[in-house]
C-alpha cells in the first residue's frame, strides 16, 4: 500500500504522528524497536520550529506549553505504537482496528490540547513571526514524508 504523504501536509504540527499513524495502519510496516525515535524526531521538529519562529525571552513560557504538549503526544503515540507492535502477530482483524482507533484518537486528543495552547501563543506573536507560523502550518513542513523546514 503506497501512502500518500500529501494528505499528511496539512496536518499543522503534529505531521510526524500522523504520518506514524498511517504507517501503523500498513501492513508490513515494521516500527523501530527504539520507543524514542518518535520522540527524537519531535524534539528535532520543536527546536527547528522555536528558531523558524524565533521565540522571544517573553514569548519562552508559552513556548514550554506548546513544547511540552508536543512532547506528551510524541510519547503517548510511541508508547501505543510500540504496544501495536509488540501484539502485531497475535491480533486478528478486530484487534487490529481497535489499536488502530486508539492511535487516531491519541492522535486527535494530542491535536485538541495543542490548539488552544498554541492558539496562544499565536496571539503574542509578532507579524513576521505569525507570517513564518502560517507558512508552516499551510505547508505542513515536510517533504515526501520528511520533515523539511522552509526558511522565510
Keep these: 500500500m503506497k501512502i500518500n504523504t500529501q494528505q499528511y501536509a496539512r496536518a499543522p504540527l503534529l505531521t510526524i504522528s500522523a504520518l506514524v499513524i498511517a504507517m501503523a495502519f500498513t501492513s508490513g510496516v515494521v516500527f523501530a524497536s527504539n520507543m524514542n525515535t518518535h520522540e527524537d524526531h ?4 520543536v527546536k527547528e520550529m522555536h528558531s523558524k519562529l524565533n521565540i522571544t525571552a517573553a514569548q519562552e513560557v508559552q513556548w514550554n506549553k506548546v513544547k511540552q504538549i508536543m512532547l506528551d503526544d510524541a510519547k503517548n503515540m510511541d508508547a501505543l505504537i510500540h504496544a501495536r507492535s509488540e501484539h502485531e502477530k497475535e491480533m486478528n482483524a478486530v484487534d487490529n482496528l481497535k ?14 490540547k495543542l490548539v488552544p495552547v498554541f492558539a496562544t501563543l499565536y496571539a503574542s506573536l509578532s507579524d513576521a513571526q505569525k507570517k513564518t507560523a502560517d507558512a508552516l502550518f499551510r505547508r505542513g513542513g515536510h517533504k515526501h514524508g520528511h520533515m523539511k523546514m522552509e526558511s522565510k
Design 42 to 45: 519531535v524534539e528535532m521538529r
Design 99 to 112: 489499536s488502530y482507533s486508539d492511535i487516531s484518537e491519541e492522535h486527535a486528543d494530542g491535536v485538541k
